[in-house]
């Protein structure tokens, strides 16, 4: 089990115990969360104001963690990476996302952390298409 934010409905949330996130697509990554922000847009979630995030879904949508696991078609980032988890996801495949619009990506990508699948505000996270919604950070650069 983890401990992650939830939404519950219009103004409820809860800090609970949920169980860890699972692979579900040799492209997908799962995330250890090291820092999560709180973005706008889960505040106008948290009002109610986006009603296709349903009670149960944990929020957020950018994190900088260290990739735990990855799928078996993953080559862009291995266990241990240190990397940024992107708000936008992308298959890289689609005609939007071939012409770099992942945010319209047709195939289970676009903005769907912490909105259509569960989020970062969370201690693991599940990232799909991994490739492309991971970026790492230069050593230099802190969390
Ligand atoms: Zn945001
Ligand atoms: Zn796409």
């Known amino acids: 089990m983890m401990k992650a934010l939830v939404y519950r409905g219009p103004g409820v949330k809860e800090w609970i115990d949920v169980p860890l996130p699972e692979m579900h697509d040799?492209?997908?990554?799962?995330?250890?969360?090291?820092?999560?922000?709180?973005?706008?847009?889960?505040?106008?979630?948290?009002?109610?104001?986006v009603p296709q995030v349903t009670d149960g879904r944990i929020l957020g949508h950018e994190?900088?963690?260290?990739?735990?696991?990855?799928?078996?078609?993953?080559?862009?980032?291995?266990?241990?990476?240190?990397?940024?988890?992107?708000?936008?996801?992308?298959?890289?495949?689609?005609?939007?996302?071939?012409?770099?619009?992942?945010?319209?990506?047709?195939?289970?990508?676009?903005w769907v952390l912490g909105h259509l699948i569960d989020g970062t505000q969370a201690e693991y996270v599940r990232v799909p298409f991994a490739d492309l919604s991971l970026h790492v950070i230069p050593e230099t650069v802190t969390d």
């Not at 997908?28 to 889960?42: F, H, S």
């Not at 080559?75 to 939007?96: D, N, P, W």
């Open 26 to 49: 040799p492209r997908d990554a799962i995330v250890r969360v090291d820092a999560v922000t709180i973005c706008g847009t889960d505040l106008h979630i948290l009002k109610g104001d």
């Open 63 to 110: 994190a900088v963690g260290t990739v735990l696991d990855v799928g078996a078609a993953v080559t862009g980032v291995a266990e241990g990476s240190r990397v940024l988890v992107s708000c936008i996801s992308g298959c890289g495949r689609c005609r939007f996302c071939r012409t770099g619009a992942y945010g319209q990506c047709l195939e289970g990508g676009g």
